[in-house]
């Protein structure tokens, strides 16, 4: 029966070796924030150095409020702060105004950051790891689904996101995109 685990443990690190590795399927993005940025807004890249996303900042709003938006500049979704809440909570909508997830962080963390993402009627994803220093993972049901790192990269203000192949990379990107806004305050 131990011998089974062990077995199966290492089939699951060397799958999760071919999708976030080096060489991995991952689909890889480039956060880039100007922490003085006027609204707030910025890019986000592909692995190549192409800009694929635009972070807009809606200047003069009462809360906050980001809207996602293709190269092309067509909105993909918005990420708006819920106010009155007793612990932190913001909302990822769609275009059209349905809520594609609502992020919030746990009440109580004792070593690392934990944050749940409620995603309509699919499976939570949960955030573990060191979110301050965006040192990361997103995950589904026990399995990675998505992987944030500063490491890559030697630019200030910079971090990667890497994301299985078979997720939404919009919303796997606005999910990184809150965790940010909540973990360092009014940046």
Known sequence: MVRGRRQ???EERREERATFGRRGTATRYRVRQRMLAIGDDFWIEDESGRRAFKVDGKVLRIRKTLVLQDAQGNDQCRIQERMLRVRDTMQIESPTGEVMATVRKALITPIRDRW????GNAPDLEVRGNVLHHEYTIG????????VSKK?????DTY???IEPSQNDVLILAVTIVIDMMAHGGR
């Open 116 to 119: 749940t993402v409620k995603i």
């Open 160 to 162: 990667g996101v890497a």
């Open 152 to 156: 890559w990269f030697r630019v200030r």
């Open 140 to 147: 589904e049901e026990g399995r990675r689904v998505a992987e």
């Open 8 to 10: 199966d443990r290492r």
